[in-house]
């Protein structure tokens, strides 16, 4: 197994996509085991293709892509600035807040790291924010988007982990809202040292306010009415994305009524390239997953764990601290995929909730997306911003900080993530 995964890094370093680093990778191990049937790599890969529950994530997509073309962004952002525009900060706050506010809709760190950018990114810099700094807030607010609900992350941990994705959901709410109140404290912090104006002068009317959240409120019900749904027992995790994907198309057509044809269509064509891109990386992480399995390293981790030390919140510390590192050169989606078989057998023996341990866990694999040398939200951002990568890191040190602060937070506090779970579904 060690020649796999270097394998697999060296692929990832010569830049080979990286769906394609691990299924040739995963082709390796069973090239050292020609004891074993070659025909399974392709078994794994089309029984992977027939779980019931991975239909929610295309559905998640496709309901996203309607809802950015449905004009929905607009409306929020009049909110984001009503909320948080008097706030020290101004047009920083904002992108934070309408992060938060789109999370529900996006899912997606690295489409709401590009939408933000793409929409307030020329505002931001006009108004005198520093390049790097413009795209520090804006990539870093975009770790909201993963954590409240409907996560693309939970979705795979849930399926992989056989975790209530319900209960996922709701334990991202409270996490997410802590996000934005630690960014926002890291926001007011070195804008008073950089003398960085709020946006507004005045504080909002509750007129305006009223009217803001009026605009906004189909974004805002979004996710509520999702988990209303699975708390009711009205849908399954998979009939809850066909709602969504209804809910997006009603609401783009008949209440913001600015859902066009070649929006529609669009959206559908952004679907099928995100879909597919996932889709693809899924089935062939099953080849290497087997290898993962046969050579029962989950059972060889836990062993060593287990030797190491007895205290479950040092063993989710060292596992965060791992994240952290490897989120650097690896993808968030692939690192649920490839460590949830390994880490959450571990975490399970020490009598972690996997609730609490899959909210830390997407929390620290997705901070990745935003730290060199390879954070794909990062590379975006910087890329539509015109951004050194060297500016970015040094200008984003405050946001790092306060992120993962908040994920060691998580950590020793389990109340923060179980708390609403806990009081809509009932404690285990």
């Known amino acids: 197994m060690l020649l796999v995964i270097i394998a697999f890094v060296v692929f990832l370093l010569i830049g080979m996509p990286i769906a394609f680093a691990i299924g040739i990778s995963g082709m390796l191990f069973f090239l050292q085991h020609p004891e074993l049937p070659i025909t399974i790599p392709i078994q794994r890969t089309v029984t992977e293709t027939q779980n019931f529950a991975l239909l929610a994530i295309p559905l998640f997509i496709l309901a996203g892509n309607f809802l950015n073309h449905s004009g929905i962004t607009h409306n929020l952002l009049k909110l984001a600035t009503v909320i948080t525009g008097r706030m020290r900060g101004g047009l920083a706050q904002v992108s934070v807040a309408l992060a938060t506010l789109m999370s529900g809709v996006t899912g997606s760190a690295i489409a709401d790291a590009a939408m933000n950018a793409r929409v307030l990114g020329d505002q931001m810099l006009k108004r005198g924010f520093s390049r790097g700094y413009t795209a520090g807030i804006l990539s870093y607010g975009a770790l909201i988007a993963p954590v409240i609900p409907p996560g693309i992350g939970f979705i795979l941990y849930g399926t992989i982990g056989q975790v209530s994705i319900g209960r ?173 078989p390994i880490f959450l057998p571990l975490v399970r023996k020490y009598g972690v909730d996997p609730v609490h341990f899959g909210v830390v866990f997407i929390v620290a694999a997705t901070i990745g997306n935003f730290t060199p040398p390879v954070g794909a939200a990062m590379f975006v951002v910087c890329q539509i911003i015109r951004c050194p990568i060297g500016e970015y890191t040094r200008e984003s040190m405050p946001f790092l900080i306060a992120v993962a602060a908040v994920a060691f937070l998580l950590i020793f506090v389990p109340a923060t993530v179980l708390l609403v779970p806990n009081w809509l579904f009932g404690a285990y």
């Open 168 to 340: 996922l959901f709701a334990a991202g709410i409270l996490p997410g809202l802590m996000i934005w109140a630690a960014l926002a404290t890291a926001i007011s912090i070195t804008a008073r040292k950089r003398g960085y104006a709020p946006e507004r002068e005045h504080a909002p009317s509750v007129k305006e306010v009223a009217s803001a959240s009026l605009a906004g409120i189909w974004a805002i019900l979004f996710p509520i009415a999702l988990l209303f749904g699975l708390r009711m027992g009205m849908f399954t995790p998979s009939e809850i994305g066909a709602f969504a994907v209804v809910y997006a198309v009603v609401i783009g057509l008949f209440v913001y009524r600015m859902l066009t044809r070649a929006g529609m269509r669009e959206a559908l064509e952004g679907s099928i390239v995100d879909i597919g891109a996932v889709m693809f990386l899924i089935t062939l992480s099953a080849i290497f997953g087997y290898g993962i399995v046969f050579e029962r390293i989950p059972e060889v981790i836990s062993e060593g764990m287990l030797r190491l030390t007895d205290d479950p919140e040092l063993v989710m510390a060292l596992i965060v601290a791992f994240l952290l590192v490897a989120g650097t050169f690896v993808d968030a989606s692939v690192l649920i995929i490839m460590l949830t």
